[in-house]
């Protein structure tokens, strides 16, 4: 264990693997999903809905660089709700809406401006191709 002090380099914060927060309560999809994105080097927390969400979001050391939530999930808040409380508390927390609910595409697309939304079923391989896209351009931004 490192002291201080030591010759221990301290972790280069570019270094930080980039960590996604999965909201979505049929629990075979946010499996698969989390899965597939620790297979791809991702920090993955996972909720099944909004106030799960929320708890994980404002926890002490959690550092959130994405939120992938369904549209459509138990509780009193939806995922519309939570994008809009996102934006309001956390302006810079990127958000990516899924629905596999096809009415609710129109909505997603206006309230995810500057992200992508993904249809369920979606692409594993395409979902993370974006993924990696978007926190690019948001970390060349800063």
Known sequence: MAQLGSNMPLT????????????????????????????????????????????VIQSDGVSIDCVF???????????FGLCSWIRKNYPGLLVILT??????????????????????????EYVVGQLRNLLRARSNQA
């Open 99 to 124: 629905s596999g609910d096809a009415q609710k595409v129109n909505s997603a697309r206006d309230l995810c401006e500057q992200a992508p939304f993904f249809a369920k079923p979606y692409d594993l």
């Open 12 to 55: 280069d914060p570019k270094e930080r693997k980039a960590a996604i927060l999965i909201v979505e309560d049929e629990f075979l999809i946010r499996m698969a999903l989390s899965d597939y994105l620790q297979e791809c080097g991702y920090k993955v927390y996972e909720a099944r809905n909004a106030a799960e969400a929320v708890q």
């Open 69 to 79: 939530t369904d549209v459509r999930m138990p509780g009193e808040m939806d995922g």
